[in-house]
């Protein structure tokens, strides 16, 4: 049973919750409403009435189709109800049964899907009455195939367009009226569609069955001979008249005798042309053409014959010039006609020797029965030869990967007179209703009990008994019966009739036989029928006498030779073949063609035998419901299950459906196909009593379930897509945020490093000399320099700048002091100072009593000899200058260390430190002491009294910082969004993701068709071995390409807000990235932020110079002097200080960028202690690798427009991001018409982005920040 395919995919299936529901259709209410139900298996009652009640009611309102689960039922209409439109058709491409209502382009559909899907071959078996529609139906599953099997190759077109054409060829010569159907089939054909792996019809070849020859010579009244007759005797052309004696159908006898000569709907003219079109489409050369209807022409001018009878009853040639015109048509002695249809040839055999040849006259009914032998076999040699010349021209053009057949069979005949013509066609129909039971009801049935799947039998009538009443050997069926009556007296039709009538007694053990004399009924699956026995001998012998083949030997018409070249070997004893024989062999041969397919039904059903569209013959519908038994096919249906395959396959189907069964596309299940399907089943989350699991098979309870899978099975390809996508994406998100990551770390800590050097610097110098601060110790802290942002832009740092007339002097070091302040007659006092030191001089600032500030001294760096400090914590220091009026400042600075690692850089220690327990400085001219003494009793700092400063005991010299505090991983950005990566970025635990099964070989992995396959030269799928290591390392990478770096100008001044960039008229940025919502990230002076695109123009690329290489760091100067004083405690210099690079490395496990999340701004930019952009943060930049940016999908946009001049009101700002010799032609016969992606450092210019608030105690105060920060 065929099932189709994959349900709807129209719609993307929206996440639950957000859902909307759909918003009603208003055309909705225009569709027609479907009347009764689709699929019968659905009936409440399940009887022939109910049955016959839904077919009524659908057929009454149009609706020819319905559904018996897969089987299709179809009620001829008998009116065009236009349904086979183009349109139409096309609705129901891609759509699986359920989707859409029925119809025979589903049953096309299904049966195309599932040969692509499960590369097997596909038949569609139509069945019914004569009458019924199977004819129409095939033709619409052609037209279907041929519209949808796409192909663009002209080969593909041409096989598309012969297939098709095939049908009225065929039917002028396979089809005529009857009684029953104006165009009735009277052979049976099987049509094979061949298809490449692509499922393109690369070609196709038709089987013939059981041409009804016997029309030829003679209808019953009211039906014609085969159309083509007409055809050609009404619309030949003049010329064909001329070369054939051609008139008219009602001057031949074989035309005229059942004086019927229109057919209602048919037109003979237009159909002739129609039939020459066919014959052009499908190869037929002039010549072939040509003979084909000197044949037609020999046929009917045999017709033509008469006999008259002698005195002595034998018979004579009435007209010899209709015989004189036979000869000419067949290229042969016309003398040997005439002889050949009134005599015989007898050979008398002794012993099996070969005796005496005798002429033997003919009577006129022998000649008569002689000569329509001879018409009869000519037709039926020449349609045969038309089949196989048709086959020629469809034979495929490429190797064959699976075929589609489409069964059209003349459907059951019961006649008042029924013969053996009758027999065989009941016959084949018998065989067909048998593969229908077998298949639908029998081994379906068997199939459950075999596979163990719990089941309830259903009765069904099985005509297996009347398939072995007819073909049977043991004990002899009829066939067996009229080959033996016919072997006993062959020489004398009627005792062979006779001898037959007796056999047939033998057969009426049988309850499906009745013998009746010169009769036998046999009761047929869809009704009894009465034989009469009369001529079946003969019709089963079905031989031309010798005479007739000789005539035909004697022909120089190449053709006719042709037609005839299959003749017996006289001299052979064996029995040539019956015509019993041969449809048998040829029934069974289609049986078996059938069952190797996967078989799609179509049972077509006549509602009235008067072609009427308003005719509902309950009674005879009631009789087809019966015998094609439908209430069992429902009972079946509606109990079993709907698919079933064998693990091997449904595992080669659906295994990726399930991650135990797959992992990239690959097979990987280790276990058996069994376990393989049910693992898949159970993982695809299908409900249990939706499937069940056989010994050797699965099945599937509905349809739905298995449209379903094939609806998974659609959308994994889609999401493997879409992941591969993304995950390439997200790759080079990653690898792009990361190199911007890794440089801005570089960057920040390059900058720390900087100030890590300051301050390790200034601690050796002091180290084990300087009682320490408590809080000093607590942390490592950044000796930043520039407290007061002199070189920033902060208020008090730029009037600093202006007062002490810096220009673009960098600052070192700024700070807030106090300094001692001597008055006469008066003890020394402390007052604030700024303190700022440039590479040339120590500036003190003082505030003046109106706020105005005066630079109080400028002592330049030179002048500078030592720099005294106590060996106490206080806070003191003197700089020792050369002689001068003011003399030494003394000052007040908890910056006190850095203040001398400072100084002692700018100098390359040029001076000297004196540590002691006094200070020894020039107050004016005079040299003087301060001296320091120990008090417990001073609660916070030390305090100055008369030359004493009296300080608290500190930690000792000793002591050492304690390292920076450890940063808590923080919460780190995650680098992509993608699914692929985990939020934060990849794991650092590899093992953590899915270990990569190996691939599996796929189990019986099936090659549809091997031979066709190889010939293809397309190895059959197979499922690679696991990927094995590649022993040798891969190449390096390629040197990193120099980045291309955008640049763009501020066409507009811009004011930007938090997390925005402020941008100056002509100020020139560097692009990061490229927000879809008109805002861009941007970066100007190492700052980043987010600026309108619209205020941006791009400024044309330049050629990058070279940059310089980087200059070693300069040697450490030699480590500065100490002097010792009377009270110098420590005489030993401190050795150049070597910085460990590990003190100043960041911490191995920590990560990037989140070390300090609270004080990075939001978009990640530079840190606070951020160096300005230097000569090395440009070398840094250039190391940026190519396309470090993360590519954005606005890269391919057009360029916003640009303002040919700026106007005076800027552009309004997005809402931020986020040859032959031939005897003479005798005259023509009148035709009677008878019958019808470490030194001292260098100190580089330090610049701060704001302005400290307050200087307490700054060293604690940032150690606290810092610790605050990281607990965050
Ligand atoms: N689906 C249909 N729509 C409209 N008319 C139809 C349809 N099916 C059949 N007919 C009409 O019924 C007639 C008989 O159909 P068709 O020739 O297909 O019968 P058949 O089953 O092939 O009979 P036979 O066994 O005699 O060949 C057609 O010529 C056509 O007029
Ligand atoms: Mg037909």
Redesign the pocket.
């Given at each position: 049973m065929a099932i189709s395919k994959k349900a709807g995919k129209k719609t993307a299936v929206k996440s639950a919750g957000t859902a909307k529901v759909a918003k009603a259709d208003w055309k909705e209410g225009f569709k027609k409403k479907q009347v009764g139900v689709s699929d019968m298996t659905l009936l409440t009652t399940i009887s022939n009435d109910s049955i016959n009640d839904n077919l009524q009611k659908r057929w009454t309102n149009g609706e020819?189709y319905t559904y018996i689960g897969g089987v299709l039922i179809?009620v001829?209409?008998?009116?065009?109800?236009g349904i086979y439109t183009d349109e139409t058709l096309h609705k129901y491409k891609g759509k699986n049964r359920l989707e859409v209502p029925p119809h025979v382009f589903s049953i096309a559909e299904s049966a195309y899907y599932n040969m692509n899907a499960y590369h097997e071959n596909q038949c569609v078996i139509i069945s019914?009455?004569?009458?019924?529609?199977?004819?129409?139906?095939a033709k619409?599953i052609m037209q279907y195939i041929a519209a949808v099997s796409g192909g663009v190759d002209n080969s593909i077109q041409e096989i598309k367009e012969m297939v098709l054409a095939t049908n009225p060829l065929l039917e002028s010569f396979g089809?005529a009226k009857?009684l029953?159907?104006?165009?009735?089939?009277r052979h049976g054909k099987y049509l094979e569609i061949m298809f490449n792996d692509k499922g393109e019809p690369i070609g196709a070849q038709i089987t013939n069955y059981l041409l009804e020859k016997g029309r030829v010579v003679g209808q019953i009244e009211n039906e014609r001979n085969f159309h083509i007759f007409y055809q050609f005797t009404k619309a030949a052309s003049e010329d064909q008249r001329e070369q054939f004696g051609l008139q008219g159908p009602e001057s031949y006898a074989y035309t005229s005798m059942s004086n019927c000569f229109e057919v209602q709907?048919i037109d003979d003219s237009k159909d002739y042309a129609d039939t020459l079109n066919a014959m052009k489409i499908i190869g037929l050369s002039n010549q072939e053409q040509n003979e084909i209807f000197r044949m037609l022409a020999v046929i009917l001018w045999l017709g033509n014959v008469q006999f008259a009878e002698m005195d002595d009853g034998n018979a004579t040639i009435a007209d010899t010039g209709v015989t004189d015109f036979i000869g000419y048509l067949m290229e042969v002695d016309s003398a040997m006609v005439q002889k050949v249809l009134t005599s015989k040839v007898v050979e008398t055999q002794r012993g099996g020797r070969r005796g005496s040849v005798y002429d033997v006259p003919l009577n006129p009914a022998q000649a008569t029965a002689g000569r329509d032998a001879l018409a009869k076999a000519i037709y039926n040699n020449l349609f045969e030869w038309i089949v196989a010349r048709i086959n020629v021209s469809m034979k495929a053009r490429s190797a064959t990967a699976q075929v589609i057949g489409i069964l059209?069979i003349?459907?059951f005949e019961i006649f008042e007179d029924n013969s053996f013509e009758q027999l065989c066609i009941n016959y084949v129909n018998e065989k067909l209703q048998q593969i229908f039971i077998e298949l639908t009801l029998k081994t379906e049935q068997e199939e459950y009990v075999r596979e163990q799947i719990k089941w309830t039998p259903i009765n069904y009538f099985n005509n297996k008994i009347v398939c072995d009443l007819i073909e049977e050997r043991k004990p002899p069926g009829i066939f067996a019966a009229l080959n033996d009556a016919c072997a006993t007296a062959h020489a004398d039709p009627a005792a062979a009739d006779n001898s037959f009538v007796q056999r047939t007694a033998m057969l009426s053990s049988n309850a499906h036989f009745e013998s009746r004399g010169a009769q036998f009924l046999v009761r047929h699956y869809a009704g009894d029928v009465m034989y009469n026995i009369a001529g079946m001998t003969d019709k089963n012998k079905d031989a031309l006498v010798k005479d007739l083949f000789d005539l035909v030997g004697s022909s120089s018409n190449q053709f006719l030779q042709t037609l005839f070249s299959d003749r017996p070997d006289p001299s052979s004893k064996k029995r040539p073949p019956t015509a019993g024989d041969r449809i048998k062999v040829s029934a069974g041969a289609l049986v078996d063609n059938l069952m190797r397919a996967q078989p799609s039904y179509i049972r077509?059903i006549k509602p009235n035998q008067n072609?009427s569209a308003t005719e509902y013959d309950t009674k005879a519908i009631l009789h087809q419901i019966k015998y094609l038994g439908l209430q069992e096919n429902i009972r079946v249906r509606r109990a079993g299950f709907a698919y079933r395959n064998s693990f091997d396959k449904m595992v080669e189907r659906f295994y990726l459906l399930s991650p135990s069964t797959s992992y990239a596309g690959e097979y990987t299940w280790q276990g058996d196909a069994k376990s393989g399907c049910e693992r898949i089943l159970k993982d695809t989350g299908i409900a249990k009593d939706e499937w069940q699991m056989g010994v050797t098979k699965a099945f599937i309870k509905n349809p739905e379930t298995l449209f379903a899978l094939e609806t998974m099975r659609d959308r994994y390809w889609h999401s493997m897509a879409a992941r591969i996508q993304r995950a390439w994406r997200n790759y080079w998100r990653y690898k792009n945020e990361c190199a911007r990551r890794i440089q801005k770390f570089w960057k920040n800590n390059k900058d720390a490093l900087e100030y890590a050097k300051v301050r390790d610097y200034g601690h050796q110098v002091l180290a084990g000399r300087k009682e320490r601060r408590r809080y000093s110790l607590l942390s490592y802290r950044r000796f930043l320099g520039d407290y007061l942002d002199v070189n920033g832009k902060s208020i008090i740092g730029s009037d600093l700048r202006s007062i002490c007339s810096l220009g673009a002097e960098q600052v070192t070091f700024s700070s807030k002091v106090q300094i001692l302040v001597h008055k006469a007659f008066r003890s020394s006092k402390c007052s604030p100072r700024f303190l700022v030191v440039t590479a040339k001089a120590v500036y003190i600032v003082k505030t003046l009593e109106k706020g105005s500030q005066i630079v109080e001294r400028k002592i330049p760096l030179i002048t500078i000899k030592s720099i005294s400090m106590s060996n106490l914590r206080d806070d003191w220091l003197a700089l020792n200058c050369n002689a001068s009026e003011e003399g030494d400042p003394v000052l007040h600075c908890y910056f006190k260390t850095e203040l001398t690692a400072n100084l002692l850089t700018l100098t390359q220690a040029g001076m000297n430190v004196l540590i002691g327990p006094t200070i020894e400085y020039a107050k004016k001219k005079d040299k003087t002491q301060i001296k320091f003494v120990k008090d417990e009793t001073i609660a916070k700092d030390d305090v100055y009294k008369s030359h004493t400063v009296h300080v608290p005991s500190g930690e000792p010299p000793s002591s050492t910082s304690r390292p920076a505090a450890k940063r808590k991983p923080g919460i780190v950005r995650p680098i992509t969004q993608g699914r692929l990566l985990r939020a934060g970025g990849p794991s650092n635990k590899p093992n953590a993701s899915r270990p990569k099964p190996a691939a599996q070989p796929m189990p019986g992995r099936s090659v549809p068709s091997a031979t066709v396959k190889s010939a293809l030269g397309s190895a059959p799928r197979s499922v690679p071995p696991p990927p094995t290591r590649n022993p040798v390392p891969p190449p390096p990478p390629p040197p990193l390409k120099e980045p291309d770096v955008e640049l763009y100008k501020a066409k507009f001044a811009f004011e930007g807000q938090e997390g925005e960039i402020s941008l100056k008229k002509d100020d020139v940025v560097e692009l990061i990235e490229k927000d879809d919502n008109g805002w861009w990230l941007v970066k100007k002076d190492e700052q980043e932020g987010w600026a309108p695109n619209n205020y941006l123009e791009l400024v044309p690329p330049k050629t990058k110079a070279v940059p310089a290489a980087r200059l070693p760091p300069p040697r450490p100067p030699p480590p500065p002097a100490i002097v010792a004083t009377s009270t110098s405690v420590s005489t030993s210099r401190p050795t150049a200080p070597v910085i460990s690079v590990k003190s100043v490395s960041a911490d191995a496990s920590a990560k990037p960028v989140a070390v300090f999340p609270g004080l990075a701004p939001s978009n990640g930019s530079a840190a606070p202690w951020k160096k300005p952009i230097s000569a090395s943060a440009n070398e840094s930049l250039n190391t940026t690798p190519a396309n470090s940016r993360p590519s954005s999908s606005l890269a391919s946009k057009p360029p916003p427009p640009v303002a040919a001049k700026p106007k005076p009101v800027p552009p309004p700002v997005a809402s931020k991001p986020n040859g032959g010799k031939l005897p003479a032609k005798p005259p023509i016969p009148t035709a009677p018409r008878p019958g019808a992606g470490a030194a001292p450092p260098k100190i580089s210019t330090v610049s701060k982005p704001s302005a400290p608030t307050g200087q307490l105690d700054l060293a604690a105060a940032f150690a606290k920040r810092a610790q605050r920060v990281a607990d965050d």
């Open positions: 020819i179809s001829n209409p008998f009116r065009d109800l019914g009455e004569s009458g019924a529609g199977k004819t129409e139906a619409r089809c009857t029953r159907n104006n165009n009735s089939s709907d059209d003349f459907g077509t072609r």
